[in-house]
């Protein structure tokens, strides 16, 4: 099934992991979820303030490269 990596790349915007999952990854997005619900704990120590965009933006360009990917694997 073809899927848009616009919309992973959104979905993944919205929550880190949502992309993956939209993708058939689902245990790739659920370790994005846990990791950034740990970033979120981590803000209080301030290094989540930095963690917690780059594991973000590492799920939009992983959500939409995979997808693009998977989309090529299926092309004739």
Do not use: C, E, H
């Not at 073809?2 to 993944?12: D, E, G, K």
């Not at 594991?55 to 694997?73: C, F, H, M, P, S």
């Amino acid at each position: 099934m073809r899927r848009s990596p616009i919309l992973a790349a959104v979905l993944s915007l919205i929550l880190a992991g949502l992309g993956q999952i939209y993708n058939g990854q689902v245990t790739k997005g659920a370790l994005f979820i846990v990791a950034q619900l740990i970033n979120t704990a981590l803000t209080a120590i301030l290094i989540g303030w930095v963690l917690m965009p780059l594991v973000g933006l590492w799920a939009i360009i992983d959500a939409y490269v995979t997808a693009k990917r998977n989309n090529a694997k299926r092309t004739w």
